[in-house]
């Protein structure tokens, strides 16, 4: 089993930033996709970004395309989602997701399933 710790959530105003992190441990392994979602109050649970093993293959949601950006430290078994320009409709609780595959992926090209779960980090963007 895949552990997810989120972290780096908290208030800010319209237009500020945010960096979450995504800390794995357990039995992790490298062809393991990892990405984030979100669900704001009385919303269903929507996909945000992903990214592969190298991070050289990201998919993002419309709604946060040239704003988020996917990075991954491996040696630390960390996922970072770097959000710029916030919005109030980005506020929302930020779960980290992990897909197990059984071969790598080298493109990505739509969201992930969410084989694993982290605990949520809640982002508030104020007006």
């Known amino acids: 089993q895949v552990q997810l710790v989120e972290s780096g959530g908290g208030l800010v105003q319209a237009g500020d930033s945010l960096r979450l992190s995504c800390a794995a441990s357990g039995r992790t392994f490298s062809n393991d996709v990892?990405?984030?979602?979100?669900?704001?109050?009385?919303?269903?649970?929507?996909?945000?970004?992903?990214?592969?093993?190298?991070?050289?293959?990201?998919?993002?949601?419309?709604?946060?395309?040239?704003?988020?950006?996917?990075?991954?430290?491996?040696?630390?078994?960390?996922?970072?989602?770097?959000?710029?320009?916030?919005?109030?409709?980005?506020?929302?609780?930020?779960?980290?997701?992990?897909?197990?595959?059984?071969?790598?992926v080298t493109h990505l090209s739509g969201p992930i399933k969410g084989d694993y779960w982290g605990q949520g980090t809640q982002v508030t963007v104020a007006s």
């Open 34 to 104: 990892m990405g984030w979602f979100r669900q704001a109050p009385g919303k269903e649970r929507e996909f945000v970004a992903a990214i592969n093993w190298s991070g050289r293959s990201t998919y993002y949601a419309y709604s946060v395309k040239d704003r988020f950006t996917l990075a991954r430290n491996n040696a630390k078994n960390t996922v970072y989602l770097q959000m710029n320009s916030l919005l109030p409709e980005d506020t929302a609780i930020y779960y980290c997701a992990a897909d197990r595959h059984p071969y790598a």
